[in-house]
């Protein structure tokens, strides 16, 4: 069966792209750093507002497989279980890119994003692999 939601989405997001790429605009991609902590079963730091994760990632391993969530200045994405090589993009308002990257779960457990010096606006966060995917939006002040 086809999932309606994640087709509409990768459709808007493929028509914004196409509508930025003859714009003038220039998208750039936020300085990040990951920082692997070894340790699986880790919950999410309490400074995080917790991100709403849908999809088969975020459902088909069990409710707190993946943890995310926002604060002031950073995006955290939190593997409680392993994924193998996970491509996590991060997506303005207006369906630009504005942040990806691939990690492999096996040994990177735990991704903080730098997300101080971006401006503000609703984000979506997606994590992607071989298996399925999960996204969720957050606002970012």
Not at 47 to 64: F, S
């Amino acid at each position: 069966m086809v999932n309606l939601h994640k087709m509409k989405r990768k459709t808007l997001i493929f028509v914004a792209l196409c509508i930025l790429g003859f714009s003038s605009r220039e998208i750039q991609a936020i300085p990040y750093k990951t920082i692997p902590i070894y340790n699986m079963g880790r919950s999410m730091p309490h400074e995080y507002n917790k991100i709403e994760l849908h999809g088969e990632l975020a459902t088909l391993v069990g409710p707190n497989a993946i943890e995310a969530g926002a604060s002031d200045d950073a995006i955290y994405i939190g593997f409680n279980q392993s994924f193998g090589n996970v491509n996590i993009s991060i997506f303005n308002s207006m369906g630009g890119i504005v942040y990806n990257t691939v990690v492999n779960t096996d040994v990177q457990h735990v991704v903080i994003i730098p997300f101080a010096n971006v401006a503000s606006g609703s984000y979506i966060v997606e994590l992607s692999n071989a298996n399925g995917y999960a996204d969720g939006d957050f606002d970012h002040d």
